[in-house]
C-alpha cells in the first residue's frame, strides 16, 4: 500500500488497482461483496465486511478495509461503479 498514508483518506485512483486486482480472482467483491456489488456503502457495512475478512483470514480484504472505512459514502459509490464498470 504504498503511496497511501495511514490516516488520509484514500481517493478512488489509489484504491481502484486493489479492487480491481481482487475482481481478478473472484467474480464477486469478496468479502466485500455487499459494499462493491450490491452498494451498501455504509460504514456498518463496511465494518461487517471487515469483521467476515478477519473471521476468514482474506488477507487481501482485510488490507482493503481499512481503506474503504476512511473513504467516504460517495467515494465509495464511486468505487462501486468503477468496479462494475471494468467487469462489463
Known amino acids: ?10 481517493t478512488v485512483p489509489e484504491v ?9 480472482r473472484h467474480c464477486a467483491g469478496c468479502c466485500f461483496h455487499i459494499v462493491l456489488d450490491d452498494g ?5 457495512s463496511v465494518e461487517f465486511c471487515m469483521q467476515f475478512a478477519a473471521e476468514n ?3 487481501e480484504c482485510m488490507a482493503l478495509g481499512p481503506l474503504l472505512l476512511r473513504m467516504s459514502r460517495t467515494q465509495r459509490s464511486k468505487l462501486r461503479r468503477y468496479a462494475l464498470g471494468t467487469r462489463r
Open 1 to 10: 500500500m504504498t503511496g497511501l498514508a495511514c490516516c488520509s483518506r484514500p
Open 16 to 24: 481502484a488497482p486493489l479492487v480491481a486486482a481482487l475482481y481478478e
Open 40 to 44: 451498501n456503502v455504509e460504514d456498518s
Open 57 to 59: 483470514e482474506c488477507s
